[in-house]
């Protein structure tokens, strides 16, 4: 009796297919999921936003104490701060959160305050416009299903980006007004 082995290339394709259908999660279970997300974050709201940008990480602070910590995307061109609008890069500096954006491009998506009086002065000097529309926010919409496979490569235009579940906390968690605090 002999045995035949099945060559593996074949059955990589079909293994992602399996493994990325795993990830999925269907529109009902989501909303529930997403329900009891904002229940719990309610109950944590944070004081202050970290982003350690060499770390890509995002934690989340209240009375000094980590609530939560996030592994980020990052513009495509994460080292140095932000000068001028296309440069790719994630600003440097104290910002606050002004306002939630609920119906975003990339699921949800918190503003951050840039470009402050300084990052206006810089672009000036530059002979450029600043920007402004750097978020924390999600996947890019109908993209989703990449859940945490998103982070393998820093790919915004200069926001800081997370998965869509861990935008739900983070939209929850994060009143208007709280502080973040971007580091190189």
């Keep these: ?100 954006v609920r119906d975003s491009g990339f699921h949800r998506a918190l503003h951050v305050s840039y470009p402050d009086a300084d990052h206006r002065g810089a672009a000036r000097r530059h002979g450029c416009d600043p920007g402004g529309e750097i978020m924390i926010h999600g996947i890019k919409n109908g993209l989703g299903w990449l859940g945490r496979f998103h982070r393998m490569i820093d790919w915004t235009d200069g926001c800081m980006a997370v998965t869509d579940r861990e935008i739900e906390e983070i939209y929850a968690a994060v009143p208007n007004g709280t502080p973040v605090d971007i580091r190189p």
């Design 1 to 100: 009796m002999s045995r035949h082995r099945l060559p593996i290339a074949p059955i990589a394709p079909i293994a992602a297919i399996v493994i990325l259908a795993g990830t999925m999660v269907a529109p009902r279970a989501l909303e529930s999921l997403e329900a009891r997300i904002r229940s719990e974050a309610r109950s944590r709201r944070a004081d202050r936003v970290l982003v350690e940008k060499q770390a890509h990480r995002l934690t989340l602070w209240r009375d000094g104490k980590a609530l939560a910590t996030f592994r980020i995307a990052l513009g495509r061109q994460p080292s140095g701060d932000k000068v001028c609008k296309g440069d790719r890069k994630t600003p440097e500096g104290l910002f606050t959160i002004d306002h939630h």
